[in-house]
């Protein structure tokens, strides 16, 4: 019997199964009228890696790009005109969150440098805004240092609990009407759509295409491997997350790329994305578990504070300035604060939150500005600490 249990707890499928599975059931509880939904997967995901269980990094990959390709053909009809009216927003949202991000985190790293070493901050950082190209290269600045994998990790989590709660509190805080927000961006993208984009957006979708999914997956990792100079800061690629999200975008957009139709049953799609974004979260706790605990232990809850405080900072600096500066629309901002994070499992729940595709029309939009903006901050830290 020990060795039939052992044989279970060692199958990542099953273990990746049972976190979803207990995930999905904890995220239909409400709490004041809020339920956590697919986030519910990354906390029974912690309990099982903190349990001992373990599931291959693959599996985070992998459900995460098939996540990012569903997200990208499902708004890709939206994003044309959302650019057209705010698309230099979007851009300045991308630069404006993580640069606070960074302020916030150097300012708590200067007044509790004494106590945590600045490689392990550094990597708070980037956990603390959920972004792996940002982790990247704080590993390339620190010459593999490590801790900053550490700080990375025990933030991860926080972060992204940081940004699921916001999206769903946010609403509420600022008293927005959900029916108006969603009328109004029905209006807005009436108003800025072509003649040739509404055509376009009348013609029925094709039933879902394997072989056209998996282009997009293909042709988005290649796009994402290519590297951008800086200018004295090296270099920066989109990443597979990145990649697959814009290639996708584009492909959805065009409606037809050679032999692949690109405007897919969206049924089929919005089941694809819910399932990937589950296993994906699930995936992250369970690889997260074991080294957050560990973490917590040996420096207590001040990394915990400091990532979360500048998560949160952030967010709401850059609510502020595209709510009551640029007037952006909730739904959109929603998104475009978690692209401005590069916030994946953000993005999902701003979705859930606001029951609107077009939230991923701004992520989409922040996105790649973030990542540049992410790449700058965490090397100008790294240079700041030393």
Request: proline share 5%.
């Amino acid at each position: 019997m020990t060795a039939w249990m052992q044989s279970l707890v060692a199958n990542p499928v099953l273990v990746l199964g049972v976190a979803v599975m207990s995930g999905l059931l904890v995220g239909r509880i409400r709490f004041s009228g809020m339920t956590l939904g697919a986030s519910g997967a990354l906390f029974t995901g912690l309990l099982l890696g903190f349990a001992g269980c373990s599931v291959p990094e693959s599996y985070f990959t992998w459900n995460l790009v098939l996540f990012v390709a569903a997200v990208g053909l499902l708004s890709a009809e939206d994003i044309v005109p959302v650019v057209r009216r705010y698309g230099f927003r979007f851009v300045g949202l991308g630069a404006v969150v993580p640069a606070v991000g960074a302020l916030v985190t150097y300012i708590l790293a200067r007044l509790y440098s004494g106590s945590v070493p600045p490689h392990l901050l550094a990597g708070t950082y980037t956990g603390a805004l959920t972004s792996s190209p940002g982790l990247g290269a704080a590993l390339e600045a620190t010459s593999g240092n490590p801790l900053v994998t550490v700080g990375y990790t025990v933030a991860y989590p926080f972060g992204v609990l940081a940004v699921v709660l916001f999206v769903q509190l946010a609403p509420r805080l600022f008293r927005m009407d959900m029916e108006k927000e969603r009328a109004e961006l029905a209006s807005v993208l009436a108003s800025f759509s072509t003649p040739a984009d509404r055509i376009s957006q009348e013609k029925s979708s094709v039933p879902f295409s394997t072989l056209s999914f998996v282009f997009c997956i293909v042709g988005g990792v290649l796009l994402g491997s290519v590297p951008f100079p800086l200018f004295g800061f090296g270099s920066v690629s989109l990443g597979s997350t990145g990649g697959v999200l814009l290639f996708a975008l584009c492909c959805g957009a065009l409606g037809r790329i050679g032999p692949f139709p690109m405007r897919m049953d969206t049924k089929s799609l919005v089941a694809l994305r819910a399932l990937s974004l589950a296993c994906f979260l699930a995936a992250v706790g369970i690889s997260a578990g074991p080294k957050v605990i560990s973490a917590v232990r040996e420096h207590g809850v001040l990394l915990i504070a400091i990532g979360t405080f500048s998560a949160v900072i952030a967010e709401l600096v850059g609510f502020c300035l595209g709510r009551y500066v640029w007037k952006l629309n909730w739904i959109l901002l929603a998104g475009a604060i978690c692209g401005a994070m590069t916030s994946t499992p953000g993005l999902g729940a701003a979705i859930e939150a606001t029951e609107r595709e077009e939230c991923s029309a701004g992520y989409g939009a922040a996105y790649p500005m973030a990542i540049v903006g992410m790449v700058l901050f965490t090397k100008l830290l790294h240079h700041a600490f030393d």
